[in-house]
């Protein structure tokens, strides 16, 4: 026979049990996706094949939904074509699916021209995202809580893999603060938030 006094030791235990499992999944991150204001800018040391370049990001407006930049003087939506990559052909840059959280997966569909001999005809490839880790790591401009975004492209149809991409996204920064692949890397040198 159990006692009263055993019963409520019993009954507390698992209360601060639960209480931790609550706690603990509680404070799994999630990105919302961010808010920008005029005069936000980002500056990226971008290192290609053909060399090193500073791309600078700039917020101009929001418009019907999307986001509209400036890199380097030329006007780009959202956070295709932010940080310019060159493999594979036809790849829009990253299309990120907000919230964010650790294991949250999508695909992206994209058509790009491709064809033996120079020849021009559309291909079908898809991007498969997926939020890998929540880490924190360190580019030029500092150190920074970002969610690892890894992305696998293939062709649609033959599911032939083209290439991998990994992305950090930071929730501090509002952007991406580093690319890496095949075509190059991309980091933070400096930024400017509201």
């Not at 499992?21 to 094949?49: C, H, M, Q």
């Not at 690319?179 to 930024?191: E, F, N, Q, V, W």
Request: hydrophobic share 35%; glycine share 8%; aromatic share 12%.
């Amino acid at each position: 026979m159990m006692t009263i006094a055993k019963r409520v030791r019993n009954i507390l235990f698992l209360l601060v049990l639960l209480m931790s499992f609550a706690d603990s999944s509680a404070s799994e991150p999630v990105a919302e996706r961010p808010t920008y204001n005029e005069g936000d800018y980002w500056i990226f040391i971008s290192k290609t094949l053909k060399g090193s370049e500073e791309v600078k990001i700039e917020f101009l407006k929001e418009e019907k939904g999307h986001y509209i930049f400036s890199r380097n003087g030329k006007q780009v939506k959202d956070f295709n074509d932010i940080v310019e990559e060159s493999v594979p052909p036809g790849y829009p840059g990253p299309t990120l699916k907000f919230p964010l959280s650790v294991g949250k997966s999508w695909d992206v569909e994209f058509k790009a021209e491709d064809g033996p001999g120079g020849m021009k005809r559309d291909i079908w490839r898809i991007a498969q995202y997926k939020v890998e880790t929540y880490e924190q790591i360190t580019v030029p401009a500092g150190a920074f809580w970002s969610f690892n975004i890894s992305v696998d492209i293939e062709t649609k149809n033959v599911k032939k893999f083209l290439g991998s991409i990994h992305y950090w996204y930071a929730p501090e920064v509002k952007q991406i603060i580093k690319r890496s692949g095949k075509g190059g890397t991309a980091d933070l040198r400096d930024y400017k938030t509201k």
